[in-house]
């Protein structure tokens, strides 16, 4: 069974910053591409940054120049986000593309999600 456990919401002011992480766990063979996505009350779930196994990274427009995002070698995907503004308040959610042992192919998981709050 594969398990993505994400850590690092809260609250924070305008303008700080927040390090979100996400650990991922069970027989996993390979992992394709980690991501985080986000989705406020009201709104569709939307991507913010994702990082292949290569090291390409892709993120939201709005995010640009802001969030950075990382990962290890031990399953982990960070977000950084820096300059937090009070558009970005959401429930985080890690998602990772990935293969097991016991998968043909790679599939899509998802964390439980964090909340990440901005005061104004």
């Known amino acids: 069974q594969v398990r993505l456990v994400e850590s690092g919401g809260g609250l924070v002011q305008a303008g700080g910053s927040l390090r979100l992480s996400c650990a991922a766990s069970?027989?996993?063979?390979?992992?394709?591409?980690m991501g985080w996505y986000r989705q406020a009350p009201g709104k569709q779930r939307e991507l913010v940054a994702t990082i292949t196994n290569g090291g390409i990274r892709n993120f939201a427009d709005s995010v640009k120049g802001r969030f950075t995002i990382s990962r290890d070698a031990k399953k982990t995907v960070y977000l950084q986000m820096n300059s937090l503004k009070p558009e970005d308040p959401a429930v985080y959610y890690c998602?990772?593309?990935?293969?097991?042992?016991?998968?043909?192919?790679?599939?899509?998981?998802w964390g439980p999600g964090t909340q990440v709050t901005v005061s104004s």
């Open positions: 998602n990772m593309n990935l293969l097991t042992y016991d998968m043909g192919r790679s599939h899509d998981f």
């Open positions: 069970g027989n996993i063979v390979s992992i394709n591409v």
